[in-house]
């Protein structure tokens, strides 16, 4: 039904309400000509933007964000995956750490930065600490879910070929999930990111999200909307890259959601 | 089946009931610093002396409060603008690629912003969360409403039925399963960016609360402030849950 | 019921002026002698290039059984939509009692294929029921006889608080019908509405239908894929051919009605026909 010139006419369409919109931010800015210490103007935000990519400090700032982001979200995501295959498997196992498990779940994640900055201090250790955390719980979930959901017959097959409890996991389980825990690691890699760079905005001097509030504090409107922008592209590359390989690697066995 | 299920919550208690005891041998056998750790004793005096004191219940309830509200104000934007969004395919072409390149940002990166425009203030607090809160939903409303069985629009056309009608008939219901599911984050993302606003904007509050509790050294205190953001966590989640599964019952009959 | 019609002088398909009044009790009249109800004229409707049905000519007399069969993508479906007013026609007339198709009425009721996807599953059978009413605008007040009797009749009044989703296939497609019938219909546009059914449940939904139409004097147009189902509900059985959709043959059923489905499907017309259109078939293909 659709041919393929109405979908570039409805990809160009998506461009029409951003630029629209920085457009009107310019043209308002211009009528005005008046210097603010809250908002700038888009030509100002590239300025600023090449200005600290020029410097070096957008980089670094990156890097420190990125290098919480992934430490945090390998431990969590291990030790989610983990213990949601053991609980996958063992339901038994799973209703009786059901309420714990509630329990502690429904803590914010960002809770703990009191706790992590009591324990760690400043720096690399707390801020992994509370990603590792936060990203814990969607992959546990997920791949608890992922897991009991295999067809049970494959459970048997493996039962009568004798193989152990550890044989299963990784012959049986763990390739029969994969698809929806890939899923897994796509949602906790946007919490990591989302979660180290709230660390950073509330408590902790490093990366992405200190530069925000920094260039916030020292009243520079242009660099904190460079920084923000920037934050948006670094989590949509994050973003499409990890869908972008489920889609290489998986193709039509995962189902797409709208979920963070 | 379902008593069966249900008998199950007595042994998971137990198990919990099992882990602070293990919580309360660990500090009590020194494995770790009680600066860190305090016993689930010295945490429950803590809670009791918070609440006799008058200071807590007020915390909680300003904690609760801005939650609240701040879900509240993204819940109707999110569900208007998504559902807007959401039963036009052209307005959906103009601002879907819009809202793909906003989604994976982190909605705690434009505290900055607001503070810029509302400074440290309850009102920075409330649009902050608000802004949160808001994606969730609304991208689960635009999918809602986007995803409608599409037979079911034949058969109001077929019966000849109104426009809003159709909307208030066929459309919100079949949508309110994604929507509900989107409150629910919603709700979630509430509460992290109430604790972080308060503790940004030190606004009174639990948020408030847990960060001088730690700067100082209280860990009990910490460790009560803790236990009540846990439970608010868990009540308001239990409680959207329930009204899930009261308006969605028609999915789990069998 | 018999409102007078508003013919063109181009429609002569009507030999005899109408005479014989309506039979209340659903005892054959001689059907070639009722008015139209649609009536299609060089019918056209061609899909993004594709044609999909070409210069389709038919009448649908009323009170009249018309099944229509074809193989797949035929467009038996589209030629439904057409007459549902779910579709708009390319070219040529589709016409409602005397007047082009514009949109969809609500005395023209339809049966869907897809019985999970038709119902809404956040009501109950009741419910179902009462968003015909509610569309309809019937008073409040007569929701509670009107839903009780055609639930009577579809045999799901024992099951008015379910949700679909707690009904076999069988009784979701009877509650597909029930919602069509509380419409209070001239006439019932059915979808290979016993498709997806088993066979023992579609030969009772079957009977039950011809029930239902005989007392209620409905017009029924009827898309199925199976042969014979179309000549043991049907007074006539139209073949479509596909790659466009045409019209190939036209098969009058002279069987008498009731129908059973012992007798009427050992009946030497029953047999004579379905050797025919199973010839007319493998010639087509």
């Known amino acids: 039904m659709i041919n393929p010139g109405q979908h570039t006419l409805a990809r160009l369409r998506g461009f029409i309400v951003p630029l629209a919109l920085l457009s009107l931010a310019e043209i308002v800015y211009a009528m005005n000509d008046v210097h603010s210490e809250i908002i700038a103007p888009p030509h100002e935000v590239l300025r600023a933007l090449s200005t600290i990519a020029m410097d070096g400090t957008l980089w670094n700032a990156t890097m420190q964000t990125l290098a919480g982001a992934m430490a945090g979200l390998s431990i969590g995501f291990g030790l989610g995956l983990l213990l949601g295959a053991f609980l996958g498997i063992s339901s038994f196992l799973d209703r009786l750490l059901f309420v714990s498990i509630e329990i502690v779940r429904a803590l914010p994640s960002i809770a703990f930065i009191p706790i992590a900055m009591l324990i760690f201090g400043f720096g690399y250790r707390m801020e992994l600490s509370i990603v590792a955390f936060a990203t814990f719980w969607p992959t546990l979930l997920l791949t608890r879910s992922a897991v009991s959901s295999i067809e049970p017959r494959l459970l048997e097959v493996s039962r009568a070929l004798g193989f152990g409890i550890r044989a299963s996991i990784w012959k049986i389980v763990l390739p029969a999930a994969l698809p929806r825990v890939f899923v897994a690691l796509r949602l906790a890699a946007s919490v990591a990111l989302i979660v180290a760079v709230t660390v950073e905005v509330t408590a902790n001097p490093l990366g992405l999200g200190y530069g925000l509030m920094s260039a916030q504090q020292s009243l520079q409107p242009a660099t904190m909307l460079a920084l923000l922008c920037w934050l948006a592209a670094v989590g949509w590359t994050l973003n499409s890259a990890l869908l972008w390989t489920e889609k290489r690697l998986f193709g039509r066995m995962t189902s797409t959601d709208f979920t963070r | 089946m379902k008593a069966v299920r249900s008998l199950w919550i007595v042994p998971s208690i137990a198990v919990a009931v099992a882990f602070v005891l293990l919580w309360k041998y660990a500090v009590d056998a020194r494995m770790v610093s009680p600066v860190f750790l305090p016993s689930p004793e010295r945490t429950w005096a803590a809670l009791q002396h918070g609440f006799a004191a008058g200071a807590l219940q007020l915390k909680f309830l300003h904690t609760l409060e801005r939650m609240f509200y701040g879900w509240i104000c993204a819940s109707i934007f999110g569900i208007a603008i998504g559902a807007l969004i959401g039963s036009s395919s052209t307005i959906r072409s103009y601002l879907q690629p819009s809202l793909e390149l906003l989604r994976p940002l982190p909605a705690s990166a434009v505290i900055p912003i607001a503070i810029a425009f509302f400074g440290l203030s309850d009102g920075m607090v409330l649009a902050t969360i608000c802004f949160g809160a808001l994606w969730p939903m609304l991208l689960a409303t635009i999918h809602g409403f986007s995803s409608v069985e599409p037979r079911l629009y034949e058969l109001s056309e077929a019966l000849g039925m109104k426009r809003t009608a159709v909307v208030f008939k066929i459309v919100l219901p079949s949508a309110l399963p994604d929507i509900l599911a989107g409150m629910r984050l919603g709700m979630t993302v509430s509460l992290i960016l109430t604790v972080v606003g308060e503790m940004l904007a030190s606004r009174d509050g639990l948020g408030q609360w847990i960060l001088l509790a730690g700067r100082s050294f209280r860990s009990p205190d910490l460790f009560a402030g803790l236990v009540l953001l846990a439970a608010l966590g868990l009540s308001s989640s239990l409680l959207l849950i329930g009204l899930e599964r009261w308006l969605l019952r028609w999915r789990t009959v069998h | ?285």
């Open chain 3, 1 to 285: 019921m018999t409102a007078p019609l508003t013919l063109d002088s181009a429609n002569t398909t009507r030999s005899a002026p109408v005479e014989a009044p309506a039979n209340a009790d659903g005892v054959h009249t001689p059907l070639g002698t009722e008015p139209a109800l649609f009536e299609l004229r060089q019918a056209t409707l061609t899909l993004a290039g594709r044609p999909i049905l070409e210069k389709i000519d038919f009448v649908v007399r009323r009170k009249e059984f018309v099944s229509v069969v074809g193989s797949s993508g035929c467009g038996k479906t589209s030629l439904l939509r057409l007459m549902a007013g779910l579709a708009r026609q390319t070219a040529g007339e589709v016409l409602y009692d005397g007047k082009p198709i514009t949109r969809s009425h609500q005395d023209v009721a339809i049966v869907f294929q897809d019985y999970g996807k038709a119902l809404l599953p956040w009501r109950t059978v009741t419910g179902n029921v009462a968003l015909a009413l509610e569309a309809m605008r019937v008073p409040k007040s007569e929701y509670r006889d009107r839903i009780g009797c055609v639930l009577e009749l579809v045999g799901l009044a024992q099951h008015a608080d379910k949700y679909p989703g707690q009904l076999s296939g069988g009784m979701q497609q009877r509650l597909q019908i029930a919602r069509a019938l509380a419409q209070e219909p001239k006439a019932i546009l059915m979808d290979e509405p016993f498709g997806a059914l088993d066979a023992m449940t579609r030969q009772s939904l079957q009977d039950e239908i011809l029930t239902i139409v005989a007392r209620t004097g409905a017009t029924v147009f009827f898309v199925t894929h199976d042969l014979e189902e179309a000549i043991y509900l049907g007074d006539r059985v139209i073949v479509l051919r596909p790659n466009p959709g045409r019209i190939v043959r036209t098969f009058d059923v002279n069987l008498s009605r009731p129908r059973d489905q012992l007798r009427s499907r050992e009946d030497g017309e029953f047999t004579r026909l379905r050797h025919e259109l199973h010839t007319l078939f493998k010639e087509l293909h």
